[in-house]
């Protein structure tokens, strides 16, 4: 008979303290070997405790044991040395927390490197060895390493559950499946695995296209932001340019004012100071003359007095007199630079607007709004252009109404105003998204536009819905009607004295609604807005004292 043979490493010589080859290696009254040097240290931090321990089966000894050299393992040490020593396993083989471990490893175990679901055991790829070469064991199925082998086991008939139940939808083995699973829709686990398995794959294609997809969005989030930075820096760069510019002619047109005023100032003064040099220069020749006939008039000698009167009575011709106007000399300049002041801040009034209402879209647009409730998340307040109204328009309610009249208004004169159309637009530039409400009677038009719409004349160019530059929703007796660049849509809906308007600008939707207790859609428009909107109003078919009113919501 063949003897098995026995089969050493470096473990097996190696001190379980220093887990090095044993050194002057000793044997302690239980059996154990150790480095003399080792246990000694080992029991040294003992001496304080009554008893001393063997560190790996922790018998106690009364006393502390005597150590003698174990001289025949020394001398196996030599000659194991000379002859090599196997490697013992890597530490990282050694199976630790959460690892399986295998199965028929005695001491400590190394991790399992396959589970068997025939065998039901788990197996290092030392032990593992009799699968690979034995035809015994060639139809065994060896899988990754698992912890849940016996979850395998029907606990009924204690066999392995090959066959799966998909009446029931669980695993069963062959004898559930001839008696309490008898009739079921039963497959064997492997056909059910090779089902799912295509349904995994079409998953797992649906989620790789899902994950490029979304990589596609994020690198487009990623260059949008690229673009939104750049975008600002330079806006930043180019208006603190702009600004600088506009710093340094105010500052040039400052100091010519000054220098011009102080010219004019130096002129005048001028002037003045020799007017006022003659006029003392005449009142030095009074007081001289005075004093002269004063001393004539006190003499004694009539001869005398009357000799001398004809040359001291002779009086210079007198400088004109001066009349001060009585006003302040500069008054203009000041009315004139007031005037700049005025305009300066109207255009700033005006257009910043522009740059302080501005919204950035990254994202897809948001779902369009349902609920007046969720409409009013978008509200603001919009008020009407004193600038821009026609003069026939009334405007009241801190400029949220407008009503139209026979008598003309005292409006000033402004570039910007309707001047025969009886139209107005809002004040606010309108980017991003924005909801309004405008009560309204009949003939009214309730309208958005670019700001650069026409306002001389009654020409197409200048009325609502009749050029490419505006969006109107008209509202008569009969009906409704949508216009844009001449073109009219007939609109159905709900008769109501108010309507809603939605604008989600960068999304290009234009949308109105009729406002009772329920909102209904009248109209929208998909379209691309190029530039800031204004909300408008025209009473172009109205009689006097037909108005449109902008709401505060709340």
């Given at each position: 008979?063949?003897?098995?043979?026995?089969?050493?490493?470096?473990?097996?010589?190696?001190?379980?303290?220093?887990?090095?080859?044993?050194?002057?290696?000793?044997?302690?009254?239980?059996?154990?070997?150790?480095?003399?040097?080792c246990?000694?240290?080992?029991?040294?931090?003992?001496?304080?405790?009554?008893?001393?321990?063997?560190?790996?089966?922790?018998?106690?000894?009364?006393t502390?044991?005597?150590?003698?050299?174990?001289?025949?393992?020394?001398?196996?040490?030599?000659?194991l040395?000379?002859?090599g020593?196997?490697?013992?396993?890597?530490?990282?083989?050694?199976?630790?927390?959460?690892?399986?471990?295998?199965?028929?490893?005695?001491?400590?175990?190394?991790?399992?490197s396959k589970?068997?679901?025939?065998?039901?055991?788990?197996?290092?790829?030392?032990?593992?060895?009799p699968?690979?070469?034995?035809?015994?064991?060639?139809?065994?199925k060896?899988?990754?390493?698992?912890?849940?082998?016996?979850?395998?086991?029907?606990?009924?008939?204690?066999?392995?559950?090959?066959?799966?139940c998909?009446?029931d939808?669980?695993?069963?083995?062959?004898?559930?499946?001839?008696e309490?699973?008898?009739?079921?829709?039963?497959?064997?686990?492997?056909?059910?695995?090779?089902?799912?398995?295509?349904?995994?794959?079409?998953?797992?294609?649906?989620?790789?296209?899902?994950?490029?997809?979304r990589?596609?969005?994020?690198?487009?989030l990623?260059q949008?932001?690229?673009?939104?930075n750049?975008?600002?820096?330079?806006?930043?760069e180019?208006?603190?340019?702009?600004?600088?510019?506009l710093?340094?002619?105010?500052?040039?047109r400052?100091?010519?004012?000054?220098?011009?005023?102080?010219s004019?100032?130096?002129?005048?003064?001028?002037?003045?100071?020799?007017?006022?040099?003659?006029?003392?220069?005449?009142?030095?020749?009074?007081?001289r003359?005075?004093?002269?006939?004063?001393?004539?008039?006190?003499?004694?000698?009539?001869?005398?007095?009357?000799?001398?009167?004809?040359?001291?009575?002779?009086?210079?011709?007198?400088?004109?007199?001066?009349?001060?106007?009585?006003?302040?000399?500069?008054?203009?300049?000041?009315?004139?630079?007031s005037?700049?002041?005025?305009?300066?801040?109207?255009?700033?009034?005006d257009?910043?607007?522009?740059v302080?209402?501005?919204?950035?879209?990254v994202?897809?647009?948001?779902?369009?709004?349902?609920?007046r409730?969720e409409?009013?998340?978008?509200?603001?307040?919009?008020?009407?252009?004193?600038?821009?109204?026609?003069?026939?328009?009334?405007?009241?309610d801190?400029?949220?109404?407008?009503?139209?009249?026979?008598?003309?208004?005292?409006y000033?004169?402004?570039?910007?105003?309707?001047?025969?159309?009886?139209?107005?637009?809002s004040?606010?530039?309108?980017?991003?998204?924005?909801?309004?409400?405008?009560?309204?009677s009949e003939?009214?038009?309730?309208?958005?536009?670019?700001?650069?719409?026409?306002?001389?004349?009654?020409?197409?160019?200048?009325?609502?819905?009749?050029?490419?530059?505006?969006?109107?929703?008209?509202?008569?007796?009969?009906?409704?009607?949508?216009?844009?660049?001449?073109?009219?849509?007939?609109?159905?809906?709900?008769?109501?004295?108010?309507?809603?308007?939605?604008?989600?600008?960068?999304?290009?939707?234009?949308?109105?609604?009729?406002?009772s207790e329920?909102?209904?859609?009248?109209?929208?428009?998909?379209?691309?807005f190029?530039?800031?909107?204004?909300?408008?109003?025209?009473?172009?078919?109205?009689?006097?004292?037909d108005?449109?009113e902008?709401?505060?919501?709340?």
């Amino acid at each position: 008979m063949a003897q098995k043979g026995v089969q050493l490493d470096q473990e097996t010589f190696s001190c379980p303290i220093c887990l090095d080859l044993l050194k002057d290696p000793v044997t302690i009254p239980c059996g154990h070997n150790y480095c003399m040097d080792c246990i000694n240290s080992h029991w040294d931090g003992e001496d304080q405790k009554p008893v001393y321990s063997c560190p790996q089966c922790r018998k106690s000894f009364a006393t502390r044991p005597e150590l003698l050299k174990n001289i025949l393992l020394a001398v196996v040490l030599e000659e194991l040395k000379k002859t090599g020593l196997p490697a013992a396993p890597a530490a990282h083989c050694y199976a630790g927390p959460g690892d399986v471990a295998c199965d028929f490893c005695n001491g400590r175990k190394i991790k399992a490197s396959k589970s068997c679901l025939q065998c039901l055991a788990s197996y290092c790829e030392q032990h593992l060895q009799p699968h690979y070469k034995s035809p015994t064991f060639k139809k065994h199925k060896l899988v990754e390493p698992s912890e849940k082998l016996q979850e395998n086991i029907c606990s009924r008939h204690d066999e392995v559950m090959k066959m799966f139940c998909r009446t029931d939808r669980k695993s069963i083995c062959y004898l559930c499946s001839v008696e309490e699973h008898k009739g079921h829709d039963t497959v064997s686990a492997a056909a059910e695995k090779s089902e799912r398995q295509k349904e995994l794959e079409v998953s797992r294609l649906n989620i790789q296209q899902r994950i490029q997809d979304r990589e596609k969005d994020v690198k487009l989030l990623q260059q949008e932001v690229q673009n939104i930075n750049r975008s600002a820096d330079k806006a930043v760069e180019d208006s603190e340019k702009m600004f600088t510019e506009l710093i340094r002619l105010m500052q040039k047109r400052s100091s010519e004012v000054k220098r011009q005023v102080r010219s004019q100032q130096e002129t005048e003064v001028s002037g003045v100071k020799e007017v006022e040099e003659k006029l003392q220069q005449e009142i030095r020749e009074l007081k001289r003359k005075d004093a002269e006939l004063k001393k004539l008039s006190n003499t004694e000698d009539h001869n005398q007095f009357i000799h001398s009167y004809p040359s001291l009575s002779a009086l210079s011709p007198s400088t004109s007199s001066i009349q001060i106007r009585p006003r302040r000399r500069f008054d203009h300049v000041t009315a004139a630079v007031s005037r700049v002041r005025d305009k300066l801040q109207d255009v700033l009034r005006d257009t910043w607007t522009d740059v302080s209402l501005t919204e950035v879209d990254v994202l897809l647009p948001a779902a369009e709004p349902k609920t007046r409730a969720e409409f009013l998340q978008y509200s603001r307040e919009i008020t009407l252009d004193p600038n821009t109204v026609h003069r026939l328009l009334l405007l009241s309610d801190g400029n949220r109404k407008v009503t139209l009249t026979s008598q003309q208004q005292s409006y000033s004169d402004h570039p910007d105003r309707f001047t025969d159309l009886w139209q107005v637009l809002s004040r606010e530039s309108l980017t991003g998204r924005w909801y309004w409400e405008v009560e309204w009677s009949e003939g009214v038009f309730v309208a958005v536009s670019y700001k650069n719409i026409s306002r001389a004349g009654r020409s197409d160019d200048c009325l609502f819905g009749f050029n490419n530059k505006s969006w109107v929703l008209e509202y008569d007796t009969y009906n409704y009607n949508f216009r844009y660049n001449k073109v009219r849509t007939p609109v159905s809906g709900p008769r109501s004295s108010t309507v809603g308007v939605y604008l989600d600008h960068s999304a290009g939707i234009l949308s109105f609604y009729s406002v009772s207790e329920t909102m209904t859609l009248l109209h929208r428009v998909q379209t691309t807005f190029n530039q800031p909107l204004h909300a408008g109003v025209c009473l172009y078919y109205s009689c006097f004292g037909d108005f449109a009113e902008f709401c505060q919501l709340k």
